[in-house]
T-cell receptor
Framework: GAVVSQHPSRVICKSGTSVKIECRSL??????MFWYRQFPKQSLMLMAT?????????EQGVEKDKFLINHASLTLSTLTVTSAHPEDSSFYIC?????????????FGPGTRLTVT | AQKITQTQPGMFVQEKEAVTLDCTYD???????LFWYKQPSSGEMIFLIY??????QNATEGRYSLNFQKARKSANLVISASQLGDSAMYFC????????????FGTGTLLAVQP
């Protein structure tokens, strides 16, 4: 149980275009979803927290107009990187939790590797 | 402010031996949780073990155990009988933020298991 998927697993886009990443909880209802960014050989940095039906809460320094997050249902959250630039190239990982998660555990998706050329 | 510190960028261990990965934390919240995750080169985050701040006993999960020393604010991961498949990046993380249940991660330790 507690499986989270992400799509796509890899994406290459041209500078200036937008790209959407989907995060789905496959076998549970995710009341909260989290989006992280991980640069090579670095740690995971929390970008934003989203609750179903509410606006996302962004961490300090994360541009909300650039990283659009939508949590439309209890099983789906999307991250859209708008007007992507090479510096946005990174590994994006989502996680999901529910009120029933033991120890408030977050279940992680497999990640999406974004390359902006 | 919350902080997680992992001071070992890299560690080597011989197969079948035990290894300890260090983690110290700082928080003023009385209620928090500590996690260890394994990240192989594929990038997925694999949950290993959890310790709650009020748990009296150290957590254990198979070959993984967490040496929780609350007064020292340390939560070291012990891997017994290392296997080649244990080679990966290991992250210590702390849950904070009350109802928001955010995680803050350490910088990670790259473990290499040698045959």
């Amino acid at each position: 149980g507690a499986v989270v998927s992400q799509h796509p697993s890899r994406v290459i886009c041209k500078s200036g275009t937008s790209v959407k990443i989907e995060c789905r909880s496959l076998d549970f209802q995710a009341t909260t979803m989290f989006w992280y960014r991980q640069f090579p050989k670095q740690s995971l940095m929390l970008m934003a927290t989203s609750n179903e039906g509410s606006k996302a809460t962004y961490e300090q320094g994360v541009e909300k107009d650039k990283f659009l997050i939508n949590h439309a249902s209890l099983t789906l959250s999307t991250l859209t990187v708008t007007s992507a630039h090479p510096e946005d190239s990174s590994f994006y990982i989502c996680s999901a939790s529910s009120v029933d998660s033991p120890s408030y555990e977050q279940y992680f998706g497999p990640g999406t590797r974004l390359t902006v050329t | 402010a919350q902080k997680i510190t992992q001071t070992q960028p890299g560690m080597f261990v011989q197969e079948k031996e035990a290894v300890t990965l260090d983690c110290t934390y700082d928080t003023s919240d009385p209620s928090y949780g500590l996690f260890w995750y394994k990240q192989p080169s594929s990038g997925e985050m694999i949950f290993l073990i959890y310790q709650g701040s009020y748990d009296q006993q150290n957590a254990t999960e198979g070959r993984y155990s967490l040496n929780f020393q609350k007064a020292r604010k340390s939560a070291n991961l012990v891997i017994s009988a290392s296997q080649l498949g244990d080679s990966a990046m290991y992250f210590c993380a702390m849950r904070y933020g009350g109802a928001t249940n955010k995680l803050i991660f350490g910088t990670g330790t790259l473990l290499a298991v040698q045959p």
